[in-house]
């Protein structure tokens, strides 16, 4: 099966643009137990579940037919043909493409010092523009996977809150939704940028490097199938202090695979190996406070508003903000 296939099978060949055009947006997710390699590379069918927690910080995009060229614009700045995000966008696009081309505007309110990365909120709102401009009515399960095929962690962003991304043996089973749970609303989550670099390895690589050459890779699918129950049951208790230590768990076993591989991936920097120590030292005072880092140096943390201000005076960087349980 090809990604063709999946969109076939649920847009069929009858679409048509219905309006002017479609709208669409979708908000920044972290996983707290991460993704990280593929059964399928095509599909993106991943070895493990993943779960999520939606940030208020969203991209919007717009998307209208032109019948000339596409056209990508970011941010209000049109982009080259050969920039990689216009490459990423293009072949997304040619997948729902039936001689027509498309212009697609699109913005992020990501705060620039934050250094989170927009792909997979980009992904999940051009699929919710397109099925807005189609008409299609897709439901968010038939959203979630062809946000998927676009960008594995992508199928989570069609939702807020707490999601769950399941693994599933088929294209059809692979989608996120999102986890049943009251709005926690005195969980924080504080963004530490240390470095704006860009990554030497995009994570597709290096997923892919770890899951084929790391000797701890099937440990870590292990784990991430035990970690999935224990960490629904914590975030439906409102449990810090659990979720924060498997998230963190969770985390580090993830880079022990890439660390391992046979082209080690360390993402850390000295800084964040820093904050590493230091958000240990205050879990040893007593403080919840968890660390959660994806495929970069930059390190996100976890805690409750009594923390706040321990947190903001300890990282004065630090940018914090709630989970996003809205739509
Ligand atoms: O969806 P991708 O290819 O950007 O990979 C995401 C990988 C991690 O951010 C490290 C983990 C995750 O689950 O989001």
């Known amino acids: 099966m090809l990604k063709q296939d999946v969109v076939r099978d649920i847009i069929g060949d009858s679409y048509t643009a219905r309006k002017e055009q479609g ?37 919007h995009t717009i998307v209208t037919t032109n019948p000339d060229r596409d056209a990508i614009i970011l941010n209000d700045e049109v982009l080259s043909e050969n920039s990689e ?16 081309y498309f212009t697609i505007a699109t913005k992020n309110d990501l705060p620039t010092a934050s250094g989170l990365a927009s792909s997979a909120s980009g992904i999940a709102a051009l699929v919710i ?3 807005d401009l189609f008409n299609l009515r897709l439901s968010k399960r038939e959203l979630s996977i062809l946000a998927r095929i676009g960008s594995g962690s992508a199928a989570r962003s069609i939702h807020t809150g707490f999601v769950e991304w399941k693994s599933g043996k088929s294209s059809n089973e692979s989608y996120a939704y999102r986890i049943n749970t009251k709005p926690w609303n005195n969980l ?18 290096a997923m892919q490097s770890s899951a084929t050459t790391s000797p701890y890779y099937s440990a870590w699918v292990e784990k991430c199938q035990k970690d999935i129950e224990h960490m629904k049951q914590h975030i439906v208790n409102h449990d810090m202090q659990s979720l ?12 022990a695979t890439a660390i391992t591989a046979s ?31 994806d495929a970069g140096a930059n390190v996100i943390l976890l805690f409750t508003d009594a923390l706040s201000k321990v947190v903001s005076n300890y990282f004065p960087d630090v940018v914090i903000s709630k989970a996003q349980f809205d739509d």
């Open 129 to 131: 523009a397109l099925n």
């Open 23 to 59: 709208a669409g947006t979708a908000y920044v997710n972290i996983a707290l137990c991460k993704y990280w390699g593929k059964v399928n590379q095509e599909l993106h069918l991943p070895y493990n579940s993943s779960i999520s927690i939606a940030l208020p910080y969203k991209t």
């Open 263 to 293: 082209n080690p991936m360390i993402y850390w920097s000295p800084k964040t190996l820093r904050v590493i120590h230091q958000v240990l030292d205050l879990q040893r005072k007593g403080h919840e406070i968890y660390f959660t880092i």
């Open 244 to 255: 924060g230590y498997l998230a963190q768990e969770n985390c580090l076993a993830m880079h």
């Open 188 to 205: 924080r989550i504080g963004l530490l940028v240390l470095t704006h670099a860009a990554k030497k390895l995009s994570s597709r690589q």
């Open 85 to 100: 995000f216009t490459k990423r966008t293009v072949e997304f696009l040619n997948l729902f493409r039936k001689n027509t």
